[in-house]
């Protein structure tokens, strides 16, 4: 099977959201070696330095470098700032420019989001990561509360929705009562306010 070229150009954002949401779960609690820091920064130049050469010898209107140069401003500003997660927003808004396509992107995310989901789970269920959070003793099932749980569970119900939403599939009437008992057993209202 032959990848295309901006299939290609997706497997860097595929790698990066995997680690990130893996590393914003309980792990980076767990693991609070500096190397896991160095590595996110790592990450964010070698992802921010393909967007760069992928931008060489193309003609774009002077319009699109403005709104270029402003992402990057704001993305080195909250970087600056040490707010990894707001630069997260400009660096991944900035990356998916390149690729332009809605389905590949939202596949990305749903794939990259479901594989690390499945790694924090099992190093939650192999004891690695906590099951539950340590404020209130809430079921994080290895995220730092059950509103994380809930944001990424209702993120790929959402995108799974949209990206099959011409072919139902068991997999969608199951997405329901998964997304219910989340609002249950977990108390999470982030999920709901998502769903809609």
Not at 74 to 81: A, K, T
Not at 165 to 179: D, G, M, R, T, Y
Request: some cysteine; glycine content about 6%; charged content about 10%.
């Amino acid at each position: 099977m032959k990848l295309s070229k901006k299939q290609l150009s997706a497997i860097p954002l595929a790698i990066f959201l995997i680690y990130m949401t893996i590393y914003n779960s309980s792990f980076k609690l767990v693991f609070v070696s500096s190397f896991w820091q160095y590595l996110v920064y790592g990450m964010y130049i070698g992802l921010y330095t393909l967007f760069v050469l992928q931008q060489v010898g193309r003609t774009q209107k002077v319009k699109q470098w403005l709104y270029l140069f402003v992402l990057s401003l704001l993305m080195f500003f909250y970087l600056e700032r040490g707010n990894l997660n707001v630069a997260i927003i400009f660096l991944l808004g900035l990356y998916t420019i390149n690729i332009m396509d809605v389905r590949l992107v939202l596949k990305v995310y749903l794939v990259s989001f479901f594989i690390a989901f499945v790694v924090v789970i099992g190093l939650a269920l192999l004891k690695v990561l906590p099951m539950h959070e340590a404020k209130l003793g809430l079921l994080g099932i290895g995220f730092r509360n059950p509103n994380t749980t809930g944001f990424y569970c209702a993120c790929m119900v959402v995108m799974h929705w949209i990206l099959n939403w011409h072919k139902l599939s068991f997999i969608n009437w199951v997405e329901i009562p998964a997304a219910t008992i989340l609002l249950l057993v977990l108390e999470d209202f982030t999920a709901l306010l998502l769903s809609p």
